[in-house]
């Protein structure tokens, strides 16, 4: 059975940190493509981050509004996914979903297709 479960979310005031995990059970950790998405109420679901497997070339890829101040990365060993969020603006708070893809990055940010998802994390950065 597929189980993705996320942690470390929270409250913490703008400038703060917080590192996001996830665990991962699937077939074959390391052939997937493995992101972080998120949503605040009232929102779509938008594309945060993702690592590509080593198949797809094994590359991070960020959205605009997280490049450098997020850092995705994978332990394939331990079959987890990390985000590191630093820097925190208000407007990053929402629920963060890890998500899995058999696919590439590019497919990743493409579709909703073929995706596995864990139950989501909330972060909350207040001002």
């Known amino acids: 059975q597929v189980h993705l479960v996320e942690s470390g979310g929270g409250l913490v005031q703008a400038g703060g940190s917080l590192r996001l995990s996830c665990a991962a059970s699937?077939?074959?950790?390391?052939?997937?493509?493995m992101g972080w998405f998120r949503q605040a109420p009232g929102k779509e679901r938008e594309f945060v981050a993702a690592?590509?497997?080593?198949?797809?070339?094994?590359?991070?890829y960020y959205a605009d509004s997280v490049k450098g101040r997020f850092t995705i990365s994978r332990d394939n060993p331990k079959n987890t996914v990390t985000l590191q969020m630093n820097s925190l603006k208000p407007e990053d708070t929402a629920v963060y979903y890890c998500?899995?893809?058999?696919?590439?990055?590019?497919?990743?940010?493409?579709?909703?297709?073929?995706?596995?998802w864990g139950q989501g994390t909330q972060v909350t950065v207040s001002s």
């Open positions: 998500a899995a893809d058999s696919g590439s990055a590019t497919t990743m940010r493409a579709t909703m297709a073929d995706r596995y």
């Open positions: 699937l077939p074959t950790f390391r052939n997937y493509c």
């Open positions: 690592i590509s497997a080593a198949w797809s070339g094994g590359g991070s």
